[in-house]
C-alpha cells in the first residue's frame, strides 16, 4: 500500500459509522479514483468487493452491524443516495414526498395523508450537499455555488426541486430539498373512488365530458392529485383508435401507451416534452409544442401545466375541435378563468373581454383539486363555465361540504359529503350530443338539482 496505508492501518476497530465512512471513502478515493469517479455505479460488485477487502484487512467495523450490513451501507453512502436510494428505488411503497428542510431534518409523507420525520438523515451539511449534487447529475442537472437552484425530474415519475445554498440557506443547513412521487402507486380511478377523492358519477361525468368532447382544466395546489386525475380520465376515455397527444416539461410522467402480452403498441398515444436551451433559437417551448401538435392530426390533447402564453394557443387547440385536458394552479375553480385569462394574454393582442368570451368557450370544465386537513385528497368542485353578459358565470355542478372535523389518535379526521348541485347547461349538453354522447350517458347526468348529497 501507499504512505497513506499507514495511516488506516493505525485506526482499526470498532468506530462510528460516519467516521468509518470518511476513512472508506479516502482509501478508495486515493487508490480506485477512476473507479470511484466512474464506475462506483455502475459496478457495485467491484466496489463492495473493496469495500469488504478493506475492511478486513485493517479489522474495521461499527458495532451492531454485520459486516455485509456494513459493506452494503457504505456502498449506498458513497455511490448512490445514501437513506434516499431505497425510496427513489421503490422499495419503500406508499411514499408520496420527501421533505428535506435540512442535513438532519427530513420528513416522509405517505399515501394515507400521514407525514413523519424520517429516523435517518445525512451525517453533516456537506454530506447532504454531496449526495444531492450527485442525484442531480444522474439526471444531467448541475448544482453548484453559482447555480444553487435545480427543478428537475428524476425519472419518470419523481420530480425534485433543490436549494443547494450558495449563499442562500445557512450553511449549517447544507440543502433544502423537496422531491416529489408522482402516482407512486398508480392509482385507477377505482382507486381514486374507493379512496373517496370523488363519487363514481363525478367521475364518470368527467371521463364522458372528455370522451364526447367537452374541454377542462383541473386546479390545485401542489401535490392535490391534479396530475393522477388527469392521467386517469385519459386512459379511460380516449378510445385506443384515436390518436391523444400528451406534452410535458422536459420530463416525461404520463405513460399512456398500452402493450399487448408481445410489446407491441395497442393504441396511438404520442408523448412529447419540451426541451431547455441556453439559446432560445434551440428551445422548444409549450407554445410551440402546442402549435406544432396540431398538425399532428390529434384526436385529443393535453397540456400537463398551463404556465404561461401556451394558454392562448391550448385555447385555440380546443376552440379548434380538439378535446384538450390541462392543469393550472389556482385557489378554487372559479379562480381559473382569473388565472388563465392574464396568461393567455401573453401571446395575444385580443381584449381581455375577448379572451374571458374564449375561455369560457375553450374550457366549458372546470376542476378544482384539495388536499384537506386529514391529509385526503377530494375534488372540491366540478363547475361548468358559462359566458354570460360580457363575464364567465362560473356554476357549481358537485361539490364537497364539510360538515365537521374531528382529532382521533392524534390525527384529523374530516366529515362531510359530495353534492350534486346543478346539471349541466343547455349549451353543454348540446355540444356533448354534437359529438354523439349516448343519450342514456348523458342522461344519467341530468339529476334532480338539490338533491341529496353522497357520504364520504
Not at 422499495?91 to 438532519?104: M, P, Q, S, T
Not at 396540431?294 to 393535453?302: G, I, L, S, V, W
Not at 359529438?435 to 344519467?444: A, F, G, H, Q, T
Request: with cysteine; hydrophobic share 35%; glycine share 8%.
Amino acid at each position: 500500500m501507499n504512505d497513506i496505508s499507514g495511516l488506516y492501518m493505525s485506526q482499526s476497530g470498532s468506530m462510528e459509522f460516519s467516521k468509518l465512512l470518511d476513512q472508506v471513502q479516502a482509501y478508495l478515493s486515493e487508490n480506485y479514483k477512476e473507479l470511484m469517479v466512474e464506475g462506483g455505479a455502475k459496478n457495485p460488485q467491484q466496489t463492495k468487493a473493496y469495500i469488504r477487502q478493506y475492511l478486513s484487512e485493517q479489522r474495521l467495523s461499527v458495532d451492531g452491524m454485520p459486516r455485509e450490513q456494513t459493506v452494503n451501507r457504505l456502498y449506498r453512502e458513497m455511490a448512490e443516495y445514501s437513506f434516499l436510494t431505497p425510496y427513489l428505488n421503490f422499495e419503500i411503497r406508499n411514499v408520496e414526498g420527501i421533505e428535506i428542510c435540512a442535513w438532519d431534518n427530513v420528513w416522509i409523507s405517505y399515501s394515507n395523508g400521514t407525514e413523519k420525520q424520517s429516523e435517518e438523515h445525512f451525517f453533516s451539511p456537506e454530506h447532504a450537499r454531496n449526495v444531492i449534487i450527485r442525484l442531480l447529475h444522474q439526471s444531467g442537472i448541475s448544482l453548484d455555488n453559482t447555480k444553487p437552484l435545480a427543478i428537475g425530474h428524476l425519472g419518470k415519475n419523481i420530480r425534485i426541486t433543490v436549494d443547494g445554498g450558495g449563499g442562500t440557506l445557512d450553511d449549517d443547513v447544507g440543502v433544502s430539498v423537496s422531491i416529489r412521487f408522482v402516482n407512486p402507486n398508480h392509482l385507477s380511478c377505482e382507486d381514486l373512488i374507493r379512496n373517496g377523492t370523488l363519487t363514481p358519477e363525478m367521475m364518470g361525468f368527467l371521463v364522458a365530458a372528455y370522451q364526447y368532447g367537452a374541454s377542462m382544466v383541473i386546479a390545485g395546489k401542489t401535490n392535490s392529485g391534479k396530475t393522477t386525475l388527469m392521467s386517469d380520465i385519459m386512459a379511460r376515455a380516449v378510445p385506443d383508435d384515436k390518436k391523444l397527444i400528451t406534452i410535458e416539461y422536459e420530463d416525461r410522467e404520463f405513460d399512456l401507451i398500452k402493450r399487448d402480452g408481445r410489446g407491441r403498441p395497442l393504441n396511438k398515444v404520442l408523448h412529447l416534452c419540451t426541451r431547455e436551451s441556453e439559446k432560445p433559437e434551440l428551445a422548444i417551448t409549450a407554445q410551440r409544442l402546442v402549435e406544432f401538435s396540431m398538425t399532428m392530426n390529434p384526436a385529443y390533447f393535453c397540456l400537463s401545466e398551463i404556465k404561461g402564453g401556451e394558454a392562448f394557443a391550448t385555447m385555440g387547440a380546443s376552440e379548434s375541435g380538439h378535446p384538450t385536458i390541462t392543469t393550472t394552479h389556482a385557489s378554487s375553480a372559479e379562480d381559473i378563468p382569473n388565472r388563465l385569462v392574464p396568461l393567455a394574454s401573453l401571446a395575444s393582442n385580443f381584449s381581455e373581454k375577448t379572451l374571458y368570451f374564449l375561455m369560457a368557450r375553450a374550457f366549458p370544465i372546470l376542476v378544482f383539486a384539495r388536499k384537506n386537513e386529514d391529509g385526503k385528497r377530494r375534488i372540491a368542485q366540478i363547475c361548468e363555465s358559462v359566458y354570460e353578459g360580457g363575464r364567465i358565470r362560473v356554476v357549481p355542478l358537485w361539490l364537497w361540504r364539510t360538515e365537521y372535523n374531528e382529532k382521533a389518535g392524534g390525527k384529523t379526521v374530516v366529515h362531510g359529503r359530495f353534492e350534486k348541485v346543478h346539471n349541466i347547461s343547455e349549451t353543454l349538453r348540446q355540444k356533448l350530443r354534437e359529438n354523439d354522447i349516448p343519450e342514456n350517458v348523458l342522461r344519467s347526468f341530468l339529476t334532480e338539482e338539490g338533491k341529496e348529497g353522497i357520504s364520504a
